[in-house]
């Protein structure tokens, strides 16, 4: 029986979360493999919106921070449990990127760059200059989720770094999901055909300017959870993960695992979440070694890492 793409993206990744603990040394590598997750799940969202839709975004960090800054202030001033902050965090996100995306995405090319990425240092600057609120640079912490002390109660008793891992998985798993199934959905289908030709899929009755819309509206809600379960796994989050540097990593991991699969994007987070623990030996070389690895990828596998690595696998094989 012959698997489709799509069940053997999700086979790959429930695999590779199911078995990878086996191989761990320390506990400590629960929080790497959980942060490589938060980062998959943000460049999912990457996927939908550049991969698909061909749309790029600079400032898709600002909305993680709307995420995270739900977990951390819904709770306190409103009484509001975490798990129902992480959506309350999403639906402000989907808001925004509706007002917002509504007219910059009638730009294109470097022009939407720029103005997606004034959006998230927009949202930067409230989170560091709103002291009275978010108290600044300084950051503010998070309360406890609580589930996985009902995970004890129910008898299954992990350790804070396993309970994140898993939970983290998970929604990355559900994640890739929702967006493969969108990929062969005719929606997907019109988002791919606009990517190819704006005039040729309004020749064919697309209605560009809504689906850029929806892309744009999905991806954000993508970057609001992934800020969500990092502000949840650490417990205290700063406006750094609302800065133009993350909104620039989250395009990097995207375009170095490849920007048009959801695999091979979840991929390059893996590698870039993974480099800079791997590169601490080189010290202060640790950026120059990761700005040398992304131009040699950009040079010699245009694709992506992981699209031109099996399509050279399956070269071969032929």
């Known amino acids: 029986m012959k698997i489709s793409p799509k069940t053997a993206t999700l086979l790959v990744l429930t695999a590779l979360v199911a078995i990878t603990p086996f191989f761990f040394p320390s506990g400590y ?8 997750f938060v980062n998959g799940l943000a460049v999912t969202g990457i996927v939908i919106l550049t991969g698909y839709a061909g749309q790029i975004s600079l400032g898709h960090a600002g909305f993680a921070g709307i995420g995270g800054y739900a977990c951390a202030l819904a709770p306190v ?5 975490p798990a129902l902050a992480v959506v309350l965090g999403a639906a402000i996100s989907a808001g925004l990127a509706y007002l917002v995306g509504r007219p910059i995405l009638r730009l294109k090319g470097y022009y939407l760059g720029v103005a997606t990425l004034g959006f998230g240092i927009l949202v930067s ?6 002291r009275d609120l978010t108290r600044g640079p300084d950051g503010i912490e998070v309360p406890e989720l609580g589930l996985r002390a009902v995970l004890k109660d129910w008898g299954l008793n992990l350790s804070n770094g396993e309970f994140w891992y898993y939970f983290c998985g998970l929604f990355l798993i559900v994640g890739a999901w929702i967006a493969l199934n969108l990929h062969s959905s005719p929606a997907g289908r019109a988002l791919r055909a606009l990517h190819g030709s704006e005039v040729a899929a309004r020749t064919v009755g697309i209605d560009v300017p809504r689906m850029k819309l929806q892309a744009f509206v999905i991806s954000a809600v993508y970057a609001s ?3 969500s379960l990092l502000a949840l796994q650490n417990k ?3 406006p750094d993960v609302a800065g133009f540097m993350h909104s620039i990593e989250m395009v990097t991991m995207a375009v170095l695992g490849g920007v048009g699969s959801v695999l091979g994007a979840i991929f390059g987070a893996g590698i870039l979440t993974l480099l800079p623990q791997v590169l601490t030996v080189f ?3 640790e950026q120059m070694v990761l700005g040398l690895v992304m ?14 690595i099996l399509r050279r696998l399956r070269g071969r094989g032929e």
């Open 29 to 36: 590598y629960y929080r790497v493999g959980a942060l490589i």
């Open 77 to 81: 001033h409103w009484g509001i449990h």
């Open 125 to 130: 600057m409230v989170l560091n200059n709103e």
């Open 225 to 227: 959870v992934s800020g």
């Open 236 to 238: 205290f989050i700063t």
């Open 283 to 285: 010290a202060e070389y």
């Open 295 to 308: 131009v040699l990828v950009m040079i010699f596998l245009r694709e992506g890492l992981l699209p031109s």
